[in-house]
């Protein structure tokens, strides 16, 4: 029975919410069946050189997706940038000019308030909370994708 192929066998294993979610998600992603995908996480885990296979290909394959990264990266960069320069563009355009007696007001206004910005920029950065996963996290729990306040 060398040549036949030989049946596969049944494992049935529990999984914890999040890792359940993340192999729903994943096989979803690629159109691939749950216990297929489980199948081929277990075969990368005990060969990570992909069974025997050509380890410069698994390197390749693992440069390509660092490619893809990189290159989501750079594309939700750019639409960063973007947003910002949109913004403080209409910033300017919608911002009225003060009079000099108003200036020196504003400014020291101006500074307070940046102060607040940068200590609040790093009270975020500092947790695991940003903007991002505030939307991701409302878009799938349905509600608003709004801004959170801190």
Known sequence: MSGARQKKKRLSVYLEPHLWKGLRTQAARRSMSDSLLAEAAIAAWLD?????GDPKASLEAAVQRLDRR????????????ETLALFIR???TSMPGLSDSMAAAARAQGAERYDRFVEMLGRRLASDR?????IEREANEGGDAGVKKD
């Open 48 to 52: 990570p050189e992909g069974a025997g």
């Open 90 to 92: 209409l910033w300017f």
């Open 130 to 134: 940003r903007f991002r996963t505030d």
């Open 70 to 81: 990189q290159a989501r990266i750079e594309r939700d960069l750019s639409i960063s940038v």
